[in-house]
């Protein structure tokens, strides 16, 4: 069974970071996409990053391209997300997806992702 167990959120202010984890079990890395999405209140929820296990690269919006990264610990099966300079408009609910890869490469297309963890909330302050 596929279990995504995220971690480190909190309240931080602005211009502020934090590393946020996702620790899966029940399956191989190098088979899977995680894909790290937000929700905030009132707001659709949107694909902020992925990791592909079957060629490491990874994808990033352009609401976070430059202030985000996703690093790896493979030992631990685990997929972080570090985030930076954070914004108040970067407040929301963060949330860890996985998706079996069939290509190569991933996508923050949340209707691909089968697998979700349940959430961390971070919040930034002004």
């Known amino acids: 069974e596929v279990q995504l167990v995220e971690s480190g959120g909190g309240l931080v202010q602005a211009g502020g970071s934090l590393r946020l984890s996702c620790a899966a079990s029940?399956?191989?890395?190098?088979?899977?996409?995680i894909g790290w999405f937000r929700q905030a209140p009132g707001k659709e929820r949107e694909g902020v990053a992925c990791?592909?296990?079957?060629?490491?690269?990874?994808y990033f919006a352009d609401s976070v391209k430059g202030r985000f990264t996703v690093p790896t610990d493979n030992v631990k099966n685990t997929v972080y997300l570090l985030v930076h300079s954070l914004k108040p408009e970067d407040t929301a609910v963060y949330s860890c997806?996985?998706?079996?890869?069939?290509?190569?490469?991933?996508?923050?297309?949340?209707?691909?992702?089968?697998?979700w963890g349940q959430g961390t909330q971070v919040t930034v302050s002004s």
């Open positions: 997806a996985a998706s079996r890869l069939y290509g190569s490469s991933c996508n923050t297309d949340d209707s691909e992702y089968h697998y």
């Open positions: 029940g399956l191989i890395l190098d088979d899977y996409a």
């Open positions: 990791f592909s296990g079957r060629n490491g690269r990874t």
